[in-house]
C-alpha cells in the first residue's frame, strides 16, 4: 500500500507544508514519524530545484531511524528517490522517523511517499505531552558540528540538527519540538564584517511563516509567502537563543547594543502574540557572550511592560578551547551537549517538570 505523509497517518515535526500529496519539509528537524507492523517499509523524497536546474550548492541533508537507529544518512540530490529503509522475512513493529537535518535557507525537501505491506496500514507515532519551540542560528541548526576543523568552511553535509544543542534538549525531557533557525540571521543584524547591519537575514521578519529559503518546491514556491498556522503546533516553553549574529555588528558599540535591546524586546512581544500560554527563555554565549547583557536588559525591559510573564534570561557558557572546534569555528556536539544539559536543567526549573 501506498500512503501519503499527512495527517492522521504520520506525526509531522516542526513547520511543513502539504501540496499536491507532498510534504514539503525546510527548517532544521522538520519531518514527520509514524509505525506500521509489516516486513517492508519504503519513503520516496522529492527534491527542491537545487536538484534540478538551479546551481545553488547546499543541497538538503536527510536522516531516516528506524526503532532509534540511523539507517539512512544521505544528500536529496535527485529529483525523486525511494529508500527501503526496513526489511524483515516476517511482520515486525517499526517506528520510523524521516527528518531534514540540515537548514532552511540553502534547501528543502519532499516527503512524496510511504510504500509498505503492513496490514493495518501505518499510524502516528504518538504526541509527547511537553512541547518546546527552539528559535536561534546557526548554533540552533548544528552548523559545522560533522566537520572538526575551524577552518573548514560552511557545507550543508557536515550540518545535522540532532547533534546540536537544541535537538538534545528535547531529548533530555521527552519533548517533541519545533525549530526556527537559520544560519548568520539575527534580530537587527545578520552576521556581517561591515559597519552598517544586515537588515535581510532577520529571523523576526519569518518567525511567522512556513520558513525562508533560497531553494523552491516545484521550483517556484516562495516558503515565506505562507503563514504558519501556530495552533499546529502549541509550546510549552520556547527557547530564544539569538544575537551571536548581531554581535558582529554591535561589538562595545552602547548604542548599537541599546538598539538591539529594543528590536529585542519588540521581538518578545512577536513571540507572546502568537503564543500567550509559552514560557519564554532567552539565552546566548556559546559562541561569544559579550552581548548577553544586552539580552538580559531586553528581558528586563519585557517584564516591566508585562509583569508576572514568564520570560527568562540565561547567559550559556562560550565554547572552551578542550572540546574543540567545528566548521567555522562553530561548537562541537562536546560543547552542545554542555549547553544541552543547562538549558535542559533550567526549562525543568522554570516548568517544574521532573527529569525522565
Not at 537507529?69 to 524521516?98: G, K, L
Not at 550543508?156 to 525531557?173: C, G, I, M
Amino acid at each position: 500500500m501506498n500512503y501519503k505523509a499527512e495527517t492522521g497517518k504520520v506525526k509531522k515535526y516542526g513547520r511543513t507544508w502539504m501540496h499536491d500529496g507532498i510534504l514539503w519539509c525546510g527548517l532544521s528537524g522538520s519531518g514527520i514519524g509514524f509505525t506500521c507492523m509489516g516486513t517492508r517499509v519504503a519513503v520516496t523524497i522529492a527534491g527542491d530545484d537545487t536538484t534540478y536546474g538551479n546551481e545553488t550548492e547546499g543541497k538538503a541533508r536527510i536522516a531516516v531511524y528506524v526503532n532509534g537507529i540511523r539507517v539512512v544518512d544521505d544528500m536529496v540530490t535527485r529529483r525523486e528517490q525511494t529508500y527501503e529503509v526496513f526489511a524483515s522475512t516476517h511482520p515486525q513493529q517499526a517506528e520510523i522517523q524521516v527528518l531534514k537535518i540540515s537548514e532552511c535557507a540553502m534547501s528543502v525537501m519532499g516527503i512524496a511517499g510511504i510504500e509498505t505491506d503492513a496490514a493495518d496500514g501505518i499510524f502516528p507515532l504518538p504526541e509527547k505531552k511537553r512541547k518546546i519551540e527552539f528559535i536561534g542560528d546557526s548554533i540552533t541548526c548544528g552548523y559545522g558540528v560533522d566537520m572538526e576543523d575551524p577552518e573548514v568552511p560552511f557545507a550543508t553535509e557536515y550540518e545535522d540538527v540532532t547533534r546540536a544543542y537544541a535537538y538534545k534538549v528535547a531529548q533530555k525531557l521527552d519533548a517533541d519540538y519545533s525549530m526556527v533557525s537559520y544560519s548568520g540571521y539575527g534580530v537587527i543584524s545578520g552576521y556581517t564584517e561591515e559597519e552598517v547591519p544586515d537588515t535581510k537575514e532577520l529571523v523576526p521578519t519569518y518567525y511567522n511563516k512556513v520558513g525562508f529559503s533560497y531553494a523552491h518546491p516545484y521550483g517556484t514556491t516562495e516558503l515565506s509567502e505562507l503563514p504558519w498556522d501556530f495552533t499546529q503546533f502549541v509550546p510549552q516553553v520556547i527557547v530564544v537563543n539569538l544575537g551571536t549574529n548581531d554581535d558582529s555588528y554591535c561589538k562595545d558599540d552602547p548604542m548599537r547594543q541599546q538598539q538591539f535591546s529594543e528590536k529585542y524586546t519588540a521581538f518578545l512581544e512577536q513571540i507572546r502574540q502568537y503564543n500567550p500560554q509559552a514560557a519564554v527563555l532567552c539565552t546566548v554565549g556559546m559562541m561569544g557572550e559579550r552581548i548577553y547583557p544586552a539580552v538580559e536588559e531586553a528581558v528586563q525591559q519585557y517584564c516591566l511592560d508585562h509583569p508576572g510573564s514568564p520570560v527568562y534570561a540565561m547567559p550559556l557558557t562560550e565554547q572552551e578551547k578542550e572540546d574543540g572546534l567545528a566548521s567555522d569555528s562553530h561548537p562541537t556536539e562536546r560543547t552542545h551537549e554542555k549547553a544541552a544539559e543547562k538549558v535542559a536543567a533550567k526549562i525543568r526549573e522554570i516548568m517544574e517538570w521532573q527529569s525522565i
